[in-house]
């Protein structure tokens, strides 16, 4: 059983940074990749950003320029920093560990943005 826990999230004013982390219960190069999504109340769940075990990084177009994943293979965490936030940046985040046949999940971590 594989554990994602995300931390980071909170309230921030439109222009802010925050920093989410995922740390996972075991080596994320073992899975094909690490991706951060998000959904919004009354939206589809869509993804952030993935990092590909080899090191591969892939952006939504709505964050590209504002939002950098990063990995920590040593610790097992994925981190995303999200700079320029915008208030429809608002939703819950989750970290996303794709393995051979199962994704694994976080709980998530709110992030609001507002003044």
């Known amino acids: 059983q594989v554990q994602l826990v995300e931390s980071g999230g909170g309230l921030v004013q439109p222009g802010g940074s925050l920093r989410l982390s995922c740390a996972a219960s075991r080596s994320i190069l073992r899975f094909a990749a690490m991706t951060w999504y998000r959904q919004a109340p009354g939206k589809q769940r869509e993804m952030v950003a993935l990092i590909s075990n080899g090191g591969t990084t892939n952006y939504a177009d709505s964050v590209k320029g504002r939002f950098t994943i990063f990995r920590d293979s040593a610790k097992n965490t994925v981190d995303l920093q999200m700079n320029s936030l915008k208030p429809e940046d608002t939703a819950v985040y989750s970290c996303?560990?794709?393995?051979?046949?199962?994704?694994?999940w976080g709980q998530g971590t709110q992030v609001t943005v507002s003044s």
């Open positions: 996303n560990a794709r393995g051979l046949t199962t994704d694994y």
